[in-house]
């Protein structure tokens, strides 16, 4: 299907959704650029920097125990007025244990806990294989069991939602589910990029939404965006700060004009990043995917 088709669709089906401008909010490392732990000074610059930039008061993390990222960025959020989705990572038993012990310590504080937007239980574990999807939904209800009152999901590929991998996991009720979805991993011209971007965005939510039967669980973009200078090329897929600038405000500003929530990939660089090898078996540099430097320098505007 084409964005052109399902984009009335998704219209029609959720109109509760597309009433307003959205909600943009970054995905943030726990890590300094020389691989260290970032500690609540850290954060509190880092949303500083994000806060002035782009008016955001949002963003994701990915893991609760690794640096201490629970109890270190909860306090700086509270500072500086921001909401914070906390990631749990379950793909072992040993990981999902130690974010959970983590994540009760640190909202045990009722300051810490008044900043939480949601958890999310997983980033791409059904995309990877490293879970079945009922596996993965007896931790996000594990955690829901233990976090009551706090909204709980997950992140995974915009294609696990849409091919039916997550079905169990829709149908349970989950609350969140946010779909990653990158143009440029799909090797897309920048001239398509936008098209592709949104396409397969609505291809999930319109999945999410027929077999959960109503528009009540959120879906978000969990993750997109587009690799600046000294990034790798993607098959057609071209790396570079202007391409980067010009998805950002096609693609990224569309979806928020549309009323869709989208977390963009990634807040600053992480230079401590080692090369990854992508779908194509080639290594791929991930150390400059950043809207900011390392050292929080805006590399192209972040206002739509």
């Known amino acids: 299907m084409r964005y052109s088709v399902i984009l009335p669709l998704v219209l029609a089906a959720a109109p509760l959704t597309v009433s307003g401008a959205g909600t943009l909010g970054f995905a943030l490392g726990d890590k300094k650029t020389d691989g260290s732990c970032k500690f609540t000074s850290d954060y509190e610059s880092d949303f500083d920097a994000l806060k002035a930039a782009s008016g955001t008061s949002l963003v994701r993390t990915y893991s609760s125990s690794e640096c201490n990222t629970a109890q270190q960025i909860l306090p700086a959020a509270a ?101 990653n979805a990158f143009s440029y991993w799909q090797a897309q011209e920048l001239s398509n990029s936008t098209h592709s971007y949104l396409d397969d965005y609505f291809q999930a939510m319109t999945h999410i939404q027929t077999v959960a039967g109503n528009t009540d669980t959120e879906v978000w973009t969990g993750e997109t965006g587009w690799p600046t200078t000294g990034g790798s090329n993607y098959g057609a897929a071209i790396a570079g700060t202007q391409n980067a600038a010009s998805f950002f405000h096609k693609g990224v500003c569309s979806a928020l004009t549309w009323g869709f929530n989208v977390f963009v990939f990634e807040a600053f660089d992480e230079p401590w990043k080692p090369a990854s090898v992508g779908d194509d078996g080639k290594s791929a540099d991930e150390t400059h995917w950043g809207v900011m430097t390392g050292d929080r320098q805006v590399k192209f505007p972040l206002k739509c």
Do not use: C, H
């Open 79 to 179: 500072s500086k007025g921001f909401k914070v989705v906390l990631g749990v990572w379950p793909d072992t038993d040993s990981a999902y244990n130690a974010d959970k012990s983590a994540l009760q310590s640190a909202l045990s504080n009722s300051g810490n806990a008044a900043v939480v937007y949601a958890i999310t239980v997983g980033s791409e574990a059904l995309y990877r294989g490293s879970l079945t999807a009922p596996a993965l939904l007896t931790k996000i209800q594990d955690m829901q069991a233990t976090f009551p009152d706090i909204k709980i999901g997950t992140a995974d590929s915009w294609n696990k939602y849409q091919d039916g991998t997550a079905d169990p996991i829709i149908k349970a009720g989950v609350k969140l589910l946010l779909a």
